[in-house]
């Protein structure tokens, strides 16, 4: 079988699925695992990956504004991979490229190949996500050994958390400021945490810095979308806002690697609640 992932989270389902030599091309964001990196790039954004957070969600609106897709697939390169299956999302046209796209894209292409939506919202929709690529790839048992795998962690996890659980706030961007939503209020669950910001299942949402620091928050989690901790540091230096400097400054700030471990709705979620965790507990972790 022959496949292409259009977003990092199918990629790194499909190595964990033990199927990443199946690969023969994957997004332009695709950087996990190091095996994966050297396989042709099909997706392609006019977005510069330099920019601030605030020139990026600028350039983000005006595109969509003009009707242009954030992320594209180059149908040329997708055309000579011939993939058996094409592995794209529902969830975020900002994250991936439109479902839509692709799927009027795959009609095209000879043999059509089949085309699978991942759509997660919450950890049991990750799951879920695995095991219907598990299926795709036929390789079922794996994916109810991974998905089983990853439900057990977080639930070894929830057992040991500490009453009373501390208010925590996951900050996904800074310029403008959203609240991480989807399955990171399960991860602070998870971890011994109360999210403060967001319910499980809902979308990340902007908020004003007045708002949120109406809710009094005992510990920050930055864990910016798509930045890694040394990208996040630099964004969180440029705040410059004084409500924002007082909000920053009313509890501690944990920096995560987002891109890594909260982004991305796939296994190493519960590497982000093992993280998140730490936070709580004011634990070094290496490689946060």
């Known amino acids: 079988m022959r496949v292409v992932t259009l977003l990092p989270a199918a990629t790194e389902i499909v190595a964990a699925l033990g199927a990443a030599d199946a690969l023969v091309g994957i997004s332009h964001e695709c950087d996990y695992p190091s095996s994966v990196v050297t396989l042709a790039r099909v997706t392609a954004t006019h977005i510069e990956p330099r920019a601030s957070g605030a020139e990026i969600d600028a350039e983000v609106r005006r595109l969509r504004a003009a009707g242009v897709p954030v992320i594209a697939v180059e149908a040329d390169a997708l055309r000579r991979l ?60 794996r994916a109810k050994a991974v998905s089983e795998k990853l439900g057990a962690r977080l639930d070894r996890l929830r057992a040991t958390a500490r009453e009373p659980r501390p208010s925590v706030l996951c900050i996904e961007w800074l310029d403008p400021l959203y609240l991480a939503g989807h399955w990171v209020p399960e991860l602070v669950d998870a971890a011994g945490g109360r999210d403060i910001g967001a319910a499980p299942g809902s979308h990340s949402a902007i908020r004003s810095w007045e ?78």
Request: proline share 6%; hydrophobic share 45%.
């Open 211 to 288: 708002e949120v620091g109406a809710l009094g928050a005992e510990l920050i989690v930055v864990m910016l979308c798509g930045f890694d901790v040394e990208r996040s540091r630099r964004e969180l230096d440029a705040v410059r806002a004084p409500e924002a400097r007082r909000v920053l400054a009313s509890a501690p700030i944990w920096l995560l690697d987002g891109n890594a471990y909260t982004s991305r709705p796939g296994p190493r979620v519960v590497e982000g609640a093992e993280r998140i965790r730490a936070a709580i507990e004011g634990r070094e972790v290496p490689g946060l």
């Open 82 to 141: 011939a993939p058996d299956l094409i592995v794209t999302q529902g969830l975020c046209e900002v994250c991936a490229v439109e479902d839509g796209a692709v799927h009027r894209l795959a009609t095209s292409l000879r043999p059509m190949p089949e085309v699978l939506s991942l759509g997660a919202t919450t950890v049991t929709g990750i799951k879920e996500d695995i095991r219907a690529l598990g299926r795709a790839l036929h390789r079922e048992r």
